[in-house]
């Protein structure tokens, strides 16, 4: 059995992009199986980052906000950008968010929670990057860019940059809870 070894940053939302590229390179280097990476990545400079470090033949998705998210019509990624990824051969992917989506609009508007909520802040409880990892392999499996049942990397973090990196089996939003965590590449502690 191969050791593995998990890299920890001091704290969440720091930018830790590069150290954590580096961190999925080296998992590459032993995990042959895997054939596609999500980043989420709301600028695509993220993407565009892994893109240029990574040479191994992986597809890479890239996730932003949904158009709106920021403000009516507004898109987080520019038009120029989403064709500087695509010249990389990354894909982008602008989608309601798993976790939050409509169900938001309902409770911004009358209170209370969705039970999603709580899946989200119980992802939280591991870092804000888990969360994101686990919804952006949802977006990405109901939009059909990734297959159920197969390992894939999903990358995440808070505000700027990524700070977390997990090998997960994603899974259509309808059957959540059967989504499977096998690693944690990297996280921050705290």
């Known amino acids: 059995m191969a050791r593995k070894f998990i890299t920890y940053f001091d704290k969440q939302g720091d930018d830790y992009t590069d150290e954590l590229i580096a961190a999925v390179n080296d998992k590459l280097d032993v995990a042959e199986n895997i054939r596609y990476i999500l980043i989420a990545s709301s600028s695509g400079e993220s993407a565009l980052k892994l893109a240029n470090a990574i040479d191994k033949d992986i597809t890479i998705i890239n996730v932003s906000h949904n158009v709106g998210f920021s403000g009516d019509n507004e898109s987080d990624i520019s038009d120029e950008m989403i064709e500087k ?5 990354i894909k982008t992917f602008q989608g309601i968010h798993a976790f939050s989506g409509a169900a938001r609009g309902v409770t911004n508007k009358y209170g209370g929670f969705s039970p999603l909520d709580v899946v989200a802040d119980t992802l939280r409880m591991f870092s804000h990057g888990v969360k994101v990892a686990a919804e952006i392999s949802i977006m990405a499996c109901d939009a059909g860019l990734v297959p159920v049942g197969e390992e894939i990397i999903a990358i995440g973090g808070r505000a700027h940059g990524v700070d977390t990196a ?11 809870f059967n989504m499977k ?7 921050p502690r705290d």
Do not use: Q
Not at 85 to 89: A, F, I, Q, T, V
Not at 181 to 187: D, N, R, S, V
């Open 166 to 176: 997990v090998i997960l089996t994603p899974v259509n939003s309808k059957n959540l």
């Open 181 to 187: 965590f096998h690693e944690i590449i990297a996280m």
């Open 85 to 89: 990824l695509e010249s990389e051969g």
